[in-house]
């Protein structure tokens, strides 16, 4: 199938769908699943459903749901359901979700977790339940490096995000003083690093290297800091919500720089 949306990390979470799905289709039977010993079975989508990331989560779970509605259309002997789990719901330990998940032998497989710092959490949890997890967002490269034989992801990496970005800022638009700024989360502080590390060895120079709180309203000092270090470029890791807010106080105070950020800040 073809979903056409934006070109974001959220654009091939149904991909994932498709892989999970697609490990269902060797169910036998007909009409009574249980009967035919298909089974009642469904994958977990989880993410911040709601809160301040909730709506272009929200996209990526209707894809998912887009997905398995055409493979149940396809397979009427089989079908599978879709449970979703709201991590905003379960506040700063989003991994309370993971015991639900694992104990319910219904759950086949899981598509997210959505962010990288929720799936670190995570994973370690799914690895021991031998539960498969393909996620289509969550981008920092060392999630790879965990010898984990159940994780899989259909969308490319921070370390490729991140070279690109740099080589925009240097070949583009030709910045020579670059304030590296991230919200403290394991995407925003990775990605971030990845192009701090990427300008200095263009010879760029990074004389702002700092972390505002997602969730705090005032980053005046991380502002204070980028106009007084004459930066005349910002790269920001992190999400859109933090990013709208650094933006905008940067340029309430002055700042006219170029403001760069990876996926993670592409929403409206």
Same mark, same amino acid.
């Given at each position: 199938?073809?979903?056409? $949306? ?17 490990? !269902? ?45 055409? +493979?149940?259309?396809? *397979? ?5 359901? !879709? ?9 700063? *330990?989003?991994?309370?979700? &993971? ?34 997890? @393909? ?14 034989? $159940?994780? *899989? ?7 490729? &995000? ?45 004389? @702002? ?9 005032? +980053? ?26 650094? @933006? ?17 800040? +592409?929403?409206?």
């Amino acid at each position: 199938m073809t979903v056409r $949306t934006r070109p974001s990390r959220f654009a091939t979470i149904a991909g994932a769908v498709i892989v999970g799905a697609a490990l !269902l289709a060797g169910c036998g039977g007909s009409g009574d699943d249980t009967a035919q010993g298909c089974g009642s079975q469904a994958l977990a989508f989880i993410g911040p459903l709601t809160g301040s990331d909730g709506r272009f989560v929200r996209t990526a779970r209707n894809g998912a749901e887009l997905a398995v509605r055409r +493979y149940n259309d396809a *397979h009427p002997d089989c079908r599978v359901g !879709l449970i979703g789990f709201d991590t905003t719901a379960e506040g700063s *330990h989003p991994e309370g979700i &993971v015991p639900t998940v694992t104990g319910d032998p219904q759950i086949l497989g899981v598509i997210g977790p959505t962010f990288s710092g929720d799936t670190a959490a995570m994973m370690p949890a799914f690895e021991k339940a031998d539960l498969a997890v @393909v996620t289509g967002s969550a981008t920092n490269p060392g999630l790879a490096e965990e010898g984990w034989s $159940t994780f *899989h992801r259909v969308v490319g990496t921070d370390a490729a &995000v991140a070279p690109a970005d740099v080589v925009f800022l240097v070949d583009r638009l030709q910045v020579r003083r670059v304030a590296v700024i991230d919200d403290e989360g394991l995407y925003g502080k990775g990605l971030a690093d990845l192009a701090e590390q990427g300008l200095k060895q263009r010879g760029v120079a990074v004389p @702002v290297r700092t972390g505002v709180d997602p969730d705090s309203v005032d +980053y005046r000092d991380a502002v204070n800091a980028t106009i007084t270090a004459r930066a005349d470029a910002v790269f920001f890791g992190g999400l859109s919500v933090p990013g709208a807010r650094l @933006v905008r106080q940067l340029r309430d105070a002055g700042f006219t720089g170029a403001f760069l950020g990876g996926d993670g800040v +592409y929403q409206d």
